[in-house]
């Protein structure tokens, strides 16, 4: 009787055994997924910030750009235009003389005397000159002129208002032994053209 008895529990005896056997085998497996898994969610986590901070950095990248875009576009709407004359194919001289010409009456307007000018055309160490000549005319003018205070003032106030691209490079200015309202002035500006 006692095999008879045993024979009822021992198919539920296997069972356990098995289960524990299984569970003393599969339980380190079991902890290492669970331990891998929680490494691989605090990676997905950490990547998630980082991905989010991303965005947040080009979400503002893309911000400044926009506004360097705005700022670059009011500026090219606010840069002066080159002076470009009516005819083609002149030479150096020919293709500056219209923007001299209006340099001129500025001068001529605000009663300055020019004693001298002299002409660089093209110089060499000019920028323009360097990266696009065949695009561009460049003339260096070295005037000495005389006036009054008031009257080179505007001058300077009308030439900064002027419709075209120049570029002042040095004003030298010394008032006039004899008479300290009148000044001597070494002035050195180009003019530029675009062809």
Do not use: W
């Not at 150096?92 to 010409?101: K, P, Q, R, S, T």
């Not at 300077?156 to 006039?176: A, G, M, T």
């Amino acid at each position: 009787m006692d095999n008879e008895k045993l024979k009822q529990f021992l198919v539920p005896i296997l069972v356990l055994v098995i289960t524990i056997l299984a569970i003393i085998f599969l339980a380190p497996k079991v902890i290492q997924n669970f331990q891998d898994y929680r490494t691989v969610k605090a990676e997905v986590d950490n990547n998630t910030i980082k991905l989010n901070d991303k965005k947040k950095q080009l979400e503002d990248a893309k911000r400044k750009a926009e506004l360097e875009a705005q700022k670059e576009k009011n500026v090219s709407q606010e840069a002066k235009a080159f002076y470009k004359p009516i005819e083609t194919g002149l030479d150096n001289e020919a293709v500056i003389a219209g923007e001299f010409a209006e340099i001129l009456k500025l001068i001529r307007a605000n009663q300055i005397k020019v004693r001298s000018i002299k002409y660089d055309y093209n110089p060499e160490d000019d920028n323009f000159v360097k990266n696009g000549a065949d695009k561009y005319k460049v003339a260096r003018l070295n005037m000495e002129m005389i006036g009054h205070y008031t009257n080179y003032d505007n001058f300077l106030r009308e030439l900064y208002k002027h419709e075209h691209f120049l570029d002042i490079q040095s004003v030298e200015i010394v008032p006039y032994r004899k008479d300290k309202r009148i000044l001597l002035i070494n002035f050195k500006m180009k003019l530029y053209s675009k062809v």
